[in-house]
């Protein structure tokens, strides 16, 4: 791991200007400079760079950051990556932190299996190009394919003879060692413990990662040298640096076209991703012959949410085109199914159509997935009841995983219409498939709590812990202790787990009142975190600074409150675990967070339009100096505003027959609700100008 010492330098030398200079052509206007954005079309200059923030902005498609998000961005590359490069542009050395043995040995191990790799693909490489065979039956293939020069050398393809272990003696010659051959999948060992070449007789097909590093090799069987061989591709077995589940055919090619088109094409093999590049389609992967898996499922939603399957339009490429749907659409994916025409896959229609004609037909025939799963599963069904009951039940699984309500609502209606039934029992059977759905996921999260807690227990009955330290007794209706606030340590009023409780449903609720008072308070934590606001009495009668995320921990803790948002509570703990840390600014800790989720949001939250013109940074200053009055009040506006909605939701849930014959729970909410009434009464006399009806 990189040491925060030297992410700090990093950081520190790297100009916003200077490093977005390299990939975009700026020009200054006023204190800023302003350019055409690199991660859309941009017609009009809409990206803005700040040297003084030291951030970068779109205003158009709102993408930006600091030095390492823009980085990570363009060229699509981890934390650590992006701190690499940076590092090597400034001529920084890495200084990582002290490895155990254990992790030095794992990583070496790693090292070593990369370092093989690459070694085996130049080997291929160069037998396709020099050797006698490599010529006359491996570039031969290629080019009946009609794959250009150019093509074989950017996706790096390869062959390797019919000799079963030319490969092995080649590296064992060169001084790479058996047990890495091996490991890698290039080569077994047989009985007598003769290394054997897994792909020989085969040209090569090299997986990359998305840094670019060679992963795995798929190797397909050529005609002339099958001999019996009926396995026409063979590919590198799991290992410690390839997971098939995790890797996609083209993606490191793909990356910067699928998010400049903001759309991903799905195919299924090698060839089909090679000719589509060929036409000029570039935003385009493969699975590989095997369905989706949720890995590479976000792996794509890295760079997209919308994804086009294009399979063959026989009727095994119908069937698989419908496979991994589900776990594509709990992703949040928005997903089309083009069926190529009859006799046709991605390969052979790509080189049949140029770039033009292949997208105006996927324009043309693509088709959302409800309506073609509907249409595909009524042809089976014909008029058999049964059947029709089935393809509901299909149907609705579906719709049930979609995670946002209104997209399930549109996919209800017009699937209500398709199948000539009513919407209301599409409505009751997506709800009951979503209840149990939330029921296992709870039982799961509840089973997994509990082996924490045991695992915790465990751990501390070996190191003779006998238990934790009671929590600190809260006051009612006052502030809590002031003494633990100016301490040196707060604890989180967040338990790890993140088990806070709310009747306000998480989804869709980003245009509520108390969510924009809930993110403006965010933005103070992010911006101002560390900063003192107001000085308060301890019990000695001794007056001790508050700062901001102070302030507001405790001010949440009073009316047992917390932020809606899972996001927004995980940064408030960790600027409470981090604020007697020596040297912590909330900005820049959050905005440097290896979590990107976490500091392009820390982005947003710390650039806005006007504060990237001079004109307006008075504006920063004059929040800094009314901090003492300005996080008080969004405090007790949103306070306020979640609780009245609290309390619109328990009513709702009061309503729910199910609710309603269980007296328990009744109870159990109508005393939560008298609880939110009196909290809401007292808010209401502090804020002087609201009234609440009994």
Request: proline share 4%; charged share 30%; with cysteine.
């Amino acid at each position: 791991m990189i040491d925060q010492a030297t992410i700090d330098r990093i950081l520190d030398a790297s100009q916003i200007v200077d490093v977005v200079s390299d990939f975009v052509t700026l020009r200054k206007r006023g204190v800023n400079y302003v350019g055409l954005c690199p991660f859309h079309d941009d017609k009009t200059p809409s990206f803005y760079v700040s040297p003084a923030k030291g951030l970068c902005k779109c205003f158009s498609c709102g993408k930006g950051g600091n030095p390492v998000h823009f980085i990570m961005e363009h060229e699509q590359m981890s934390y650590p990556e992006a701190l690499r490069y940076l590092a090597k542009k400034y001529g920084i050395e890495i200084k990582e932190r002290e490895l155990s043995n254990e992790e030095k040995l794992v990583q070496s191990e790693r090292e070593s299996l990369f370092v093989v790799n690459q070694f085996a693909r130049d080997y291929f490489q160069n037998i396709l190009k020099s050797h006698v065979d490599g010529r006359s039956i491996g570039m031969a293939y290629f080019r009946n394919r009609g794959f250009r020069d150019d093509i074989i050398e950017k996706f790096q393809l390869g062959y390797s003879t019919e000799s079963h272990d030319t490969l092995a003696q080649e590296a064992i010659k060169k001084g790479y060692k058996k047990e890495f051959l091996v490991k890698t999948g290039l080569c077994y060992e047989t009985d007598d413990h003769r290394l054997r070449d897994r792909f020989w007789g085969r040209v090569i097909f090299p997986v990359h990662t998305l840094s670019g590093k060679v992963v795995a090799f798929g190797g397909r069987v050529l005609a002339s040298a099958t001999k019996g061989i009926k396995v026409k591709y063979v590919n590198s077995p799991e290992s410690e640096i390839y997971h098939k589940s995790n890797e996609l055919y083209g993606i490191y090619f793909a990356k910067q076209a699928i998010v400049k088109q903001d759309r991903c094409f799905l195919v299924e093999g090698y060839t089909d991703v090679i000719s589509m590049h060929q036409s000029g389609i570039e935003n385009v992967v493969a699975s590989s012959g095997t369905a989706l898996t949720p890995g590479q499922i976000r792996l794509i939603r890295r760079f997209t949410n919308n994804m086009t399957v294009l399979y063959d339009g026989d009727a095994a490429g119908i069937k698989a085109s419908i496979r991994g749907i589900d776990m594509l659409l709990e992703e949040g994916m928005n997903i089309k199914v083009c069926l190529l025409p009859d006799g046709d896959d991605p390969d052979s229609f790509a080189r049949k159509h140029n770039s033009t004609e292949f997208q105006e037909f996927i324009q043309q025939h693509e088709t959302d997935f409800i309506r073609f799963k509907t249409n595909l599963l009524l042809e089976d069904a014909g008029k058999d009841p049964i059947k029709r009951a089935e393809l509901i039940g299909n149907l609705v699984q579906s719709i049930s995983v979609i995670p946002e309500a209104i997209v399930r609502d549109v996919y209800i209606k017009e699937c209500a219409q398709l199948l000539r039934v009513e919407d209301k029992l599409l409505v009751s059977e997506v709800a009951k498939r979503r209840e149990m759905q939330a029921e296992k996921r709870a039982e799961q999260t509840e089973r997994e709590r509990r082996a924490a807690v045991r695992s915790m227990e465990n751990s501390q009955a070996a190191s003779g812990v006998e238990g934790s330290t009671p929590a600190a007794p809260m006051t009612a209706g006052g502030y809590p202790h002031i003494e633990e606030a100016a301490g040196q340590e707060v604890n989180s009023p967040f338990p790890p787990e993140d088990n806070y409780v709310s009747f306000i449903p998480q989804e869709g609720k980003e245009g509520q009142e108390f969510y924009k008072y809930e993110r403006l308070i965010l933005q103070m934590i992010v911006r101002y975190g560390e900063k003192i606001m107001c000085n308060a009495a301890n019990e000695e009668g001794q007056e001790v600074p508050v700062s901001v995320i102070e302030y507001v921990t405790n001010d949440l803790r009073e009316d047992e409150l917390s932020f809606h948002n899972p996001l927004h509570r995980q940064i408030l703990t960790e600027a409470v675990a981090h604020l007697h840390d020596e040297k912590f600014t909330a900005e820049r800790y959050f905005l440097a967070h290896p979590d990107a989720t976490i500091s392009k949001l820390s982005v947003e939250l710390t650039s806005s339009r006007y504060q990237l013109r001079k004109s307006q940074v008075e504006q920063m200053v004059t929040d800094e100096e009314r901090l003492h009055e300005l996080v008080p009040f969004l405090m007790i506006n949103f306070k306020y505003a979640i609780v009245s909605e609290e309390l619109k939701h328990m009513m709702f849930a009061l309503q729910d027959p199910s609710v309603a014959n269980d007296e328990e729970k009744c109870n159990a909410i109508m005393k939560r609700y008298n609880e939110m009434r009196e909290i809401q009464s007292i808010m209401a006399k502090r804020l002087g100008d609201r009234v609440v009806l009994p």
